[in-house]
Structures are given as structure tokens and as C-alpha cells.
């Protein structure tokens, strides 16, 4: 959580509206600035003569659709709605990848995250339907204005976020639960390194981690809820090197009931389809993550 707030505020500041200088694909036509059509020099408020009848035209050809008082009202609060839960999705997604990292996740997803990803999704895609019909008076806004190209864009890096989305969830998700509960059942105390991974104490399973060769027991220790102590390191792995840059000693391994030894691996296996498609996803949401505030910020500053 330490870094979603910094990760939150940093896509607020992307994502919050700027003063627009005049209607961008006006100003590009005309080279006009924005007193041209303002009263106002710095742009927006009241229209001057120039500005209205642009304005006119704009909605004779179907590329402006004026908002009552109540309507704007209602975009905003919407508009609100879907800033905050696309910061709450991004800042899942950005959460995993630098803090928990995507092999964690490959053993199946936090439900917190994943229930937190989805209402994300959801909210993201009935506010953004609501924002464009709100927004966008005709289809060719799509492909003859700059706006409109670059939502288009926007809406397909969504919908391609989406499926992965869906896809992981459906398939991914439950042959990577699968494969952990079965790699518990098959293994017995003594583990290589890729059995010990199934032992990361999510859904019923024991949690347990590797020091100087041992295999150590942590189920029980509350500092270890569901697999993950304080966030920073996952059940199922060796934690040789991590204990050195710890702030307390060994001690607090050595004191764990001992479940077996640590075994050399067998060589690198290959992994299963379904693991190398999650993590394809992964990183495939993490850069599409990177392309929508990119276009947020051509949309608004360039």
C-alpha cells in the first residue's frame, strides 16, 4: 500500500482536466489563439462573435452537443467516478509488478486484488460508455477530430485490457490454482525449489520458506497471514538472502517448526502454457497501462 498513494496522486496530476487553449483542431485550422473566439485571453468563459458562430457551426455538423447545468453536473460526478477507480486499477496493476512482482501473483492472485481489479473494471467501463454518449455527439467525432482519434485509441488499449482481463481470470486463474494444490499433494517434506513455491499459503495451503537449506513451517505465525509477510516477501520461496537486509535476526526463522530440507532443482522446467500466458499479460497490461496515461497526456498537453 506504500506505494499506491504516491502511484495515485501521480495519475491524478496525468489525469486531471487543464485549462484547454481553444478548440484544438480550430486553433491547428485557423493558427487563431484563444482571444480570437474568448472574451477571455486565456481561454473559456464567455464566447466572442467569432467564437459563437464557430460554436454554431460546430453543432450544425453534429461535432457539438451543449449540456444543461444538471447534465454537466452529473458528468462530473461520473467523470470523478471513473478517475478514481482507473487510479485504483492502474495502481493495482503497478502494485503488483513493483512490489509484490508478477511470480507472486503467478500463484494465483490475491482475491483482495482481484476483487478490487474488477469493480474497477466495471465501474471504468459504465462511466466511460456514459462519458462518451455525453461527450461525443456523432461517430465521426471518432475519426475526424483529434479528441475522437485519440479516444478511439484510449477505448481499444481498455477493451485489450479487458479481454486479458477475463481471460486470466476464467482460464489462467484456476489451472494456476490447480497446478499448486496438486504440486502440494504430490510433494512431501523434503522439496526442490519449484515444489516449495506450491507451499504459499493461500486457499488452505501450508506456508512455508527455505533458510540455509532447511525447509521452515510458517501456517501458524500470524506474521505470515495468507502467505505474504508484511507484504514483502512471499511463502514458498528461499529467503537465504532476503534475511540478510531484514531488521531482525535469524532468530525469528530458526524458532518455525522444520518441515524438511531444501533439494537441489532438477533443472529449469518448462512452464505450462497457461503460466507463460499470464505472465505475457502482465506484462502486456503493465505496458498498455503505460500507453493510455501516455495518450491522457497527448490528449491534454501536446
Do not use: N, W
Given at each position: 500500500m506504500r506505494l499506491f498513494f504516491p502511484t495515485a496522486v501521480l495519475l491524478l496530476m496525468l489525469l486531471a482536466p487543464s485549462p484547454a487553449p481553444a478548440t484544438v483542431d480550430y486553433a491547428r485550422q485557423t493558427g487563431l489563439q484563444c482571444a480570437a473566439c474568448h472574451v477571455d485571453a486565456g481561454g473559456g468563459g464567455p464566447l466572442t462573435g467569432q467564437g459563437s458562430q464557430f460554436l454554431e457551426e460546430m453543432k450544425v455538423k453534429g461535432l457539438y452537443r451543449p449540456l444543461t447545468v444538471t447534465q454537466r453536473v452529473v458528468r462530473l460526478l461520473i467523470g470523478y467516478v471513473h478517475l478514481m477507480t482507473a487510479i485504483a486499477w492502474f495502481g493495482t496493476i503497478l502494485y503488483v509488478h513493483i512490489l509484490l512482482k508478477p511470480a507472486y501473483a503467478s500463484k494465483g492472485l490475491p482475491r483482495g486484488e482481484l476483487s478490487l481489479g474488477w469493480i474497477s473494471i466495471v465501474l471504468i467501463l459504465v462511466s466511460g460508455v456514459l462519458l462518451t454518449i455525453a461527450r461525443v455527439p456523432s461517430w465521426k467525432i471518432f475519426y475526424t477530430t483529434r479528441f475522437g482519434v485519440l479516444l478511439s485509441i484510449k477505448i481499444f488499449l481498455f477493451l485489450l485490457m479487458l479481454a486479458s482481463a477475463v481471460i486470466v481470470t476464467m482460464y489462467i486463474g484456476p489451472r494456476l490454482r490447480r497446478?499448486?494444490?496438486?504440486?502440494?499433494?504430490?510433494?512431501?517434506?523434503?522439496?526442490?525449489?519449484?515444489?516449495?513455491?506450491?507451499?504459499?499459503?493461500?486457499?488452505?495451503?501450508?506456508?512455508?520458506?527455505?533458510?540455509k537449506g532447511v525447509i521452515y513451517d510458517v501456517s501458524d505465525s500470524r506474521l505470515w497471514k495468507d502467505g505474504s509477510h508484511l507484504k514483502k516477501h512471499a511463502a514458498g520461496n528461499d529467503l537465504?538472502?532476503?534475511?540478510?537486509?531484514?531488521?531482525?535476526?535469524?532468530?525469528?526463522?530458526?524458532?518455525?517448526?522444520?518441515?524438511?530440507?531444501?533439494?537441489?532443482?532438477?533443472?529449469?522446467?518448462?512452464?505450462?502454457?497457461?503460466?507463460?500466458?499470464f505472465y505475457f499479460f502482465a506484462y502486456m497490461n503493465l505496458c498498455l497501462t503505460f500507453l493510455i496515461v501516455f495518450v491522457i497526456a497527448l490528449w491534454k498537453w501536446w
Open positions: 497446478q499448486r494444490g496438486l504440486a502440494v499433494s504430490v510433494t512431501g517434506g523434503d522439496c526442490t525449489p519449484e515444489e516449495l513455491a506450491a507451499y504459499d499459503g493461500r486457499e488452505g495451503r501450508p506456508a512455508r520458506v527455505a533458510y537465504t538472502e532476503a534475511l540478510r537486509t531484514a531488521p531482525h535476526g535469524e532468530e525469528k526463522i530458526l524458532g518455525m517448526p522444520v518441515a524438511g530440507r531444501l533439494k537441489s532443482g532438477g533443472g529449469a522446467k518448462a512452464r505450462p502454457f497457461h503460466e507463460r500466458l
